[in-house]
């Protein structure tokens, strides 16, 4: 059992930067992978980066390749994503999930056992 709190989202203006902090409590992280989603109104969530627990490896969607970094802090079992550059686009609710498969790292929500709560970031024109 994994629980995962979501901080940091806010209202910015577009070109500015913000950074997210997903928390996690229960079991150790070492086989996982950490995703991080987004979800607009009236869109599907979709995927926008993960990274895999046990090496450090990263895959970003393409539309936040450059702009987002997604990191991790192994002591505090904290995954951050680190947001430069931001659109109005990137306008939605941010969520962290964990992947428990021991899999590569995989781009649909579906395959991800347990969500944090969201948070809201807002990029202003």
């Known amino acids: 059992q994994v629980q995962l709190v979501e901080s940091g989202g806010g209202l910015v203006q577009a070109g500015g930067s913000l950074r997210l902090s997903c928390a996690a409590s229960?079991?150790?992280?070492?086989?996982?992978?950490m995703g991080w989603f987004r979800q607009a109104p009236g869109k599907e969530r979709e995927f926008v980066g993960a990274v895999r627990w046990v090496n450090g490896y990263t895959l970003y969607e393409d539309s936040v390749k450059g702009r987002f970094t997604i990191s991790r802090d192994n002591a505090k079992k904290t995954v951050y994503l680190q947001m430069n550059t931001l659109k109005p686009e990137d306008t939605a609710v941010y969520y962290c999930a964990a992947d428990r498969s021991m899999s590569t790292i995989r781009s649909s929500p579906d395959e991800y056992d347990y969500w944090g709560q969201g948070t809201q970031v807002t990029v202003s024109s």
């Open positions: 229960g079991r150790t992280l070492g086989s996982y992978t």
